[in-house]
C-alpha cells in the first residue's frame, strides 16, 4: 500500500498560481501512476490529471490542460501539481490518488488516497 500526503492548499485570487504536494510513502515503485482529483461542495469527484512514474507520461482533464502541469520531484517521491491562472471554478478540495502501471481517469481504479488540501479561489 502506498501512503499519500497532500499539502499546499490555501485561498487565493482569480489569476494567481498556487503548487500542491503530494508525498508518497510505503510501497512507492517504478511502476506507480499518481493522479490528483478534486471536489467541489455538491459536486462527484472529478480527474485533474495524472503522472505515469515509469514513462513520464501525463495526461489532463480538458478544463485544466492548459493552466495546469504535473511533474514530480524523484528525490522525495512527491507528484507536484502547478496551477496557474486560478478560477473559482477550481475552488475544491484537492485530492492525491496512486494506483499501478497506468494511468486512469475513474477514482474507482486507484487504490490509494491521501486526505485531501483545500483549494479556494475568490473572484
Known amino acids: 500500500q502506498v501512503q499519500l500526503v497532500e499539502s499546499g492548499g490555501g485561498l487565493v485570487q482569480a489569476g494567481d498560481s498556487l503548487r500542491l504536494s503530494c508525498a508518497a510513502s510505503?510501497?512507492?515503485?517504478?511502476?506507480?501512476?499518481m493522479a490528483w482529483f478534486r471536489q467541489a461542495p455538491g459536486e462527484n469527484r472529478e480527474f485533474v490529471g495524472a503522472?505515469?512514474?515509469?514513462?513520464?507520461?501525463?495526461h489532463y482533464a480538458d478544463s485544466v490542460k492548459d493552466r495546469f502541469t504535473i511533474s514530480r520531484d524523484n528525490s522525495k517521491n512527491t507528484l507536484l501539481l502547478q496551477m496557474n491562472s486560478l478560477k473559482p471554478e477550481d475552488t475544491a478540495m484537492y485530492f492525491c490518488?496512486?494506483?499501478?502501471?497506468?494511468?486512469?481517469?475513474?477514482?474507482?481504479?486507484?487504490?490509494?488516497w491521501g486526505q485531501g488540501t483545500q483549494v479556494t479561489v475568490s473572484s
Open positions: 490518488a496512486a494506483r499501478q502501471y497506468t494511468i486512469s481517469m475513474f477514482q474507482h481504479e486507484y487504490n490509494s
Open positions: 510505503g510501497r512507492v515503485g517504478s511502476a506507480l501512476v
Open positions: 503522472f505515469n512514474w515509469m514513462t513520464t507520461r501525463t
